[in-house]
């Protein structure tokens, strides 16, 4: 099992950049797949980013390919989203996950078994 906790959300302008960071407990944590996921006011919650156990693959929603990047310090226990060119549709809730299959990067939610509280990433025009 593992606990994730979100930090680096925030209030910032269009075209700024915000770094999120995921910071996980247990000792297993390299042996989990990560992931970015976000929800918006009355949208569903959807997949951002995505990165292997050993961060070797990466997978991205179009939406947000160029702009953001997945990495992860399987020493530190942390996985962080850094996002550059923020447009107000970024506009969410930001959720790390985990998830234990050996499937590779998945994308949808139910993939992923351990979920964060959430950090708000508000973009203002």
């Known amino acids: 099992q593992v606990q994730l906790v979100e930090s680096g959300g925030g209030l910032v302008q269009a075209g700024a950049s915000l770094s999120l960071s995921c910071l996980a407990s247990?000792?297993?944590?390299?042996?989990?797949?990560m992931g970015w996921f976000r929800q918006a006011p009355g949208k569903e919650r959807e997949f951002v980013a995505g990165?292997?156990?050993?961060?070797?693959?990466?997978n991205y929603a179009d939406s947000v390919k160029g702009r953001f990047t997945i990495s992860r310090d399987n020493a530190k226990n942390t996985v962080d989203l850094q996002m550059n060119s923020l447009k107000p549709e970024d506009t969410a809730v930001y959720y790390c996950?985990?998830?234990?299959?050996?499937?590779?990067?998945?994308?949808?939610?139910?993939?992923?078994?351990?979920w964060g509280q959430g950090t708000q990433v508000t973009v203002s025009s």
């Open positions: 996950a985990a998830d234990s299959s050996v499937l590779g990067v998945r994308t949808p939610v139910y993939a992923y078994e351990y």
């Open positions: 990165i292997s156990v050993r961060g070797r693959s990466t």
């Open positions: 247990g000792r297993t944590f390299s042996t989990y797949t």
